[in-house]
């Protein structure tokens, strides 16, 4: 282990596998933290068909696996460590990783992506993999003509709602609230499409199945006098209730947004503190493609190559 980089990039999603093949290949030399996850979210999905390149498909582990042994073939150091403190203040930067060795760096790269959040009940672990799913545009393909559930009443959840109506034969929407928070244009979409139905004031308690999922255990009115117990049967469950961007150690360190999602300058990945770049989730509450993240991850790359020859580094 180096205690001194040049680019030091951290996390190993797309975004922080792609940003270290160009950094490699334009002679960086980076070395990239791995963190709690080697992989990213990616590795806890199972097929992944819209990453282009790979017209029959690849799994999610593959993918990555193959992304870091490209990154690994042009001389990206790759290691394992959890970076868990960071110091911005001076060049060069400071970062410790798992609480004990500080590495110094020029420039860094934060590609630390963004955590789905979950209801947090014990199915969801269960049935992971086995028709729930975090990720419409991933795996809604897999549930055509089938009956699916959103859940969530935001911006993302009638998105999700409204792509799976163009694929599955019926979409519930189960919001815990008598209202949609998302904006009004999207409302009216998922309000005015026939194959949704929205399911006000309502909370998922369990899912059932056998061998994956068969149907949702669900509770109007929770709490109230008129409370009701009842059952759907759907083959996928999806959650949109929001993502956590991974921003916890960067807080009155690099501006962020309200949520916690780092600013950038776009169309540059430069964040508010000189030499350090954001790609990919972690930045972009958005798009949040496999796609996107590594393009986003290409452009901290060459911004940090134009970076440091600016700054004779
Ligand atoms: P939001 O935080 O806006 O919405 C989350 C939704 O999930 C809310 O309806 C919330 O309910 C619900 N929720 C949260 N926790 C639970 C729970 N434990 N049980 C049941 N329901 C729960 O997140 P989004 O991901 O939808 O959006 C994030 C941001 O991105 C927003 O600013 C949004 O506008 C933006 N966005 C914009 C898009 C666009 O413009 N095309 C597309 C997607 C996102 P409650 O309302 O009761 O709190």
Known sequence: MRNKVRCLIIGSGPA?????????????????????????QLTTT????????????ITGVELMADLKKQAEKYGAEILSGNVTAVDFSATPKKVTIDGETTVEADAVIIATGATAKYLGIPDETKYSGMGVS?????????????????????????????YLSGLAGKVYLIVRKPYLRASKVMQERVLNNPKIEVLFDTNTIGLFGENGVEGAHLVK????ANEEKYDIAIDGFFLAIGHTPNTKIF?????????GYVKI????????????????????????????????????AIDVERYLSEKGL
């Open 16 to 40: 922080g596998y792609t940003a270290a093949i160009y950094a490699s290949r334009a002679n960086l030399e980076p070395v990239l933290y791995e963190g709690i996850q080697p992989g990213g």
């Open 46 to 57: 199972t097929e992944v068909e819209n990453f282009p390149g790979y017209p029959e498909g």
């Open 134 to 162: 975090a990720c419409a545009t991933c795996d809604g393909f897999f549930y055509r003509k089938k009956n699916v559930a959103v859940v969530g009443g935001g911006d993302t959840a009638c998105e999700e709602a409204v």
């Open 221 to 224: 009115h929770l709490g109230e």
């Open 251 to 259: 807080k009155d360190i690099l501006e962020l947004d309200e949520v």
């Open 265 to 300: 300058a776009e169309p540059s990945t430069k964040t508010n503190v000189p030499g350090v770049f954001a790609a990919g989730d972690v930045a972009d509450p958005h798009y949040r493609q496999a796609i996107t993240a590594a393009g986003m991850g290409c452009r901290a």
